[in-house]
């Protein structure tokens, strides 16, 4: 990955760096935080967390959910991952995390934005790690705290408290990111009416999760994943030679017509149809996710957009004024020009949270 992006998304000498034996180790830790148990204790985590929040929004007249989203999603991140949050410290890691994603792409002033962040960030968690470690705190057991902390590579050490901070904002940072998609489920239920309408009636259970995966399809967030390749070979008729940099174009395999029909529609009943074929649908990258560099954390993606879908489709009512919904594809990630403002909201009484 480019030195800059490395430098403020995901941080030095993280899982994304290693290959072969030296990976899948440290990949196996990733994915044992993934079981449906601790995803369950993730959602629980983030149902209170939307509660708390819509109850503040109903007493405001407007609000932008992708910056609402920073907060509400630092403090399930945290409490889920077992990284203690004061309440003094909640704006300030919130905005330290959000900077790691939100800024990583940006040139110039934003990009030096990240890269303080980025080192605000990693030195907090590094104290984190010593003090599980001097036993000064407990994480819960079987939380990524504890699992990153107690790690120990090939050689049987421990990570050094660099890399176990890299790990866990691996982790924590993430989730965070998952606001984006939530801000593209907001905006495809109002682009999308008929969609809407499906969900809320809420008789067709698998809607909701084929709605989720057209929104992973179809709206853009990674666009690009890169490489460098480590042994001459041909494929398709291309020559890659070793050394070489290399991208996957994720956004484009996605929107691929010899894959979908009609790429360019919003329509999720496609996914009925859909094979689970690891390479034709990959917003997260693509093949195995224990043995390649695919994302750990696609079932905690799916899982926060499904809740997050339903929240916004049945539990809360809100409006959606007029606004500047155009997506912006000059920035990364790219949103809604105007990031999602809703007014008026206030909790369905007949279908709370
Ligand atoms: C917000 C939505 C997300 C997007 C768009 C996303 C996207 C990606 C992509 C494109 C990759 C690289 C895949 C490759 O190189 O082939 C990746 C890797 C990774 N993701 Fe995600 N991800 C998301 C959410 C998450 C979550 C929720 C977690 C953890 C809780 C997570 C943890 C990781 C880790 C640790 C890797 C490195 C895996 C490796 O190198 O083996 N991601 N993600």
Same mark, same amino acid.
């Given at each position: ?35 449906? @148990?601790?995803?369950? /204790?993730?959602?629980? %985590?983030? #149902? ?9 929004? $109903? &007493? ?106 890299? @790990?866990?904002?691996? /982790?924590?940072?993430? %989730?965070? #990111? ?9 905006? $495809? &239920? ?164």
């Amino acid at each position: 990955m480019i030195g800059r992006i490395q430098k403020t998304l995901l941080g030095k000498h993280g899982v994304q760096g290693l290959d072969d034996e030296a990976h899948r180790l440290r990949k196996q830790m990733f994915m044992s935080l993934m079981t449906p @148990e601790r995803i369950e /204790v993730l959602m629980a %985590i983030t #149902a209170e967390e939307w509660q708390a929040r819509a109850r503040l929004w $109903a &007493l405001r007249n407007e609000i932008v959910l992708y910056d609402e989203l920073h907060e509400l999603l630092t403090r399930a991140a945290c409490a889920w991952a077992g990284v203690p949050l004061p309440e003094s410290q909640v704006r300030q890691r919130t905005h330290e995390i959000t900077a790691l994603f939100d800024a990583a792409g940006s040139v110039g002033p934003a990009h030096w934005r990240a890269r303080w962040a980025r080192k605000r960030a990693d030195r907090w968690i590094e104290n984190i790690v010593g003090r599980i470690r001097s036993g000064q705190i407990r994480p819960p057991e079987g939380s990524a705290a504890s699992i990153i902390a107690e790690h120990r590579g090939s050689n049987g050490e421990l990570l050094s408290p660099h890399v176990a901070a890299v @790990e866990l904002l691996n /982790v924590i940072r993430p %989730i965070v #990111a998952v606001g984006v998609y939530i801000t593209f489920v907001a905006h $495809a &239920l109002h682009q999308f009416p008929e969609c809407r309408r499906k969900l809320e009636a809420g008789d067709d259970t698998s809607f909701t999760e084929m709605f989720v995966q057209e929104v992973r399809r179809f709206y853009p967030f990674f666009p690009a994943v890169a490489a460098l390749v480590r042994r001459d070979f041909e494929w398709g008729g291309y020559r890659f030679p070793r050394g070489r940099r290399v991208i996957l174009d994720l956004y484009g395999t996605n929107r691929d017509a010899r894959t979908w029909d009609e790429p360019e529609a919003f329509q999720p009943e496609r996914f009925r149809k859909w094979d689970g074929n690891p390479f034709n649908f990959i917003p997260q990258g693509g093949g195995d996710h224990d043995l390649d560099h695919r994302c750990p954390g696609e079932w905690i993606t799916i899982g926060l957009m499904s809740q997050a879908t339903k929240v916004l489709s049945r539990h809360i009512e809100y409006d959606v004024p007029e606004q500047d919904l155009r997506i912006d594809y000059s920035r990364l990630p790219a949103l809604p020009r105007s990031r999602f403002i809703i007014c008026r909201v206030k909790e369905n009484a007949n279908d709370p949270i």
